[in-house]
């Protein structure tokens, strides 16, 4: 698949636990003949993991046609610790597309200060394609690994054809292994989220949503604009905007965020970057394009992986997520491979793509994405188009921009229904959005876009560098965030909040 360095997986997850995945599947349940049937059901709460609750929601497959079937979606939730006082749920999803929302919740503890959860139930779902929601499957493992080490970058038509080529495969097999491929959309899963508050006795939906889950939340909010409870949506991908523009401004975000680290990097003794701007850039672009020819070699004897182009380019982009930690592991990273090996870049690509240490990935989210992207922002460009708009790409962004200037590939092999579109709503209630201002993966752009969607939204910024805002430990942002949720009360307006 040509989009294989794909920077719109674009997820605020914490990973410091992730869930075994079992897999639900697709069924006729007699039980729903109507969309109320599904309305009125009850959730069966079970104990799992310990100190958690799972259940399953069942959801029509096609909402245009009811007796299609049933998807069944998994639902986890941390219950609140101080019951007397409850407020009620607070569903999230950290991104993706493709991430899951039950690892998600499941990390509650850390994602969240202590009052939120004495006050509410933590509630994650796995959206409809999504881990264990009817999981996507496509390649196995060992495609999935193979082809995120693989050339991301066609340099001629040869390499181009051999993509297209190779895209086309992973499409027929996402076909010839899933049924009712095209019901993944995000529209579907924010329909499904409102049956969810339902069936959690909810009036209002209380939800947060980092980046792609900002989408899945303004689609949300467009479809049901009265449900809504105390919403923040954190570090936006929503603009109803040509594909050509979104991985235009991406790309340029991932840019200017290498470009702030490379700023602060040559100003410590540690770096090993050349003490000049451009020369450093050209000193980091010229150890990914030495390594399409000549991967790293890897020091830890238990590996026997090489480093190729594409895993140094996946691992410096894991690292520009988040400055406070991902930073200085670049910096790392960049000292091993002046010196001729990978171990760092390595670990900071399996940790975007979630790849085990056994070969094994701890989610589907490869597959998952390609599809629902396809879903949620069809494109009609021709083939040839694309390839020429991929030139305007990697103008725009000389360092990431030819890496994914082709993201929109997949989409031309597989016949999507017309996307659904964030409308310009007014919502019952103001909904809080936070941009931060250096986000290399939703520009602070998306997030002001966003807000104009949504006349009856407030922006908060944070100015500052990585993905997303809550939960990076700038008090200003998590303080916002906790008062909001606690009272409904909303921080000045036009608040900045510094690093």
Sequence with gaps: MSNKVRLFAITAVIGAFVLSMLGYTASNNSDYNNLDDYYTQELTWSTCYDNFE?????????????STGTFQISVLRYAAQDPQNRIGSLVINPGGPGASGVDYAYNAEYIFDP??????????????GVARS????????????????????????????????????????????????TSFSTANAARDMDILREALGEEKLHYMGKSYGTYMGALYASLFPNNIGRMILGGARVLNIYNLEQT????VGFDNALQAFIAECITQSSCPLPRDQKLATEKVLSLWQSAATN???????????????????LGTASALY????????????????????????????????????DGTFASNEFDSGAIIDCLDFGDD???????????????????????????????????TPPAVQVAKTKTNATIMIIGTTGDPATPYAWAKGLS????????????GDGHTAQGRGNACIDDAVDAFYLTGKLPAKDLRCTE
């Design 54 to 66: 799972c259940a399953e929601l069942a959801v029509p497959i096609d909402y245009e046609k009811i």
């Design 115 to 128: 009052e939120l959860t004495d006050r509410f139930d933590i509630v994650g779902f796995d959206p409809r």
């Design 134 to 181: 009817a999981p996507i499957t496509c390649f196995n493992d060992a495609e999935t690994d193979a082809n995120y080490s693989s050339d991301s970058k066609p340099d001629n038509e040869a390499e181009f054809q051999s993509a297209l080529a190779e895209t086309k495969k992973f499409v027929e097999k996402c076909l010839n292994k899933n049924e009712h491929l």
């Design 248 to 251: 235009k401004t991406q790309a």
């Design 295 to 313: 991967p790293l070699p890897v020091k830890n004897k238990d590996e026997k992986r090489t480093v190729s182009e594409s895993l140094l380019v």
């Design 322 to 357: 988040d400055s406070y930690e991902g930073w200085p592991e670049l910096g790392q990273a960049l000292k091993e491979a002046v010196a001729g090996y990978g171990d760092t870049y390595l670990e900071l690509a399996d940790m975007y793509s979630g790849r085990q240490e």
């Design 381 to 415: 460009r021709s083939i040839r188009q694309l390839q020429r708009d991929s030139a305007a790409i990697s103008a725009a962004a000389p360092v990431f921009g030819p890496y994914i200037a082709l993201s929109g590939l997949t989409c031309k092999f597989l016949t």
């Design 452 to 463: 104009r969607l949504l006349p009856n939204s407030q922006l908060l910024t944070y100015v």
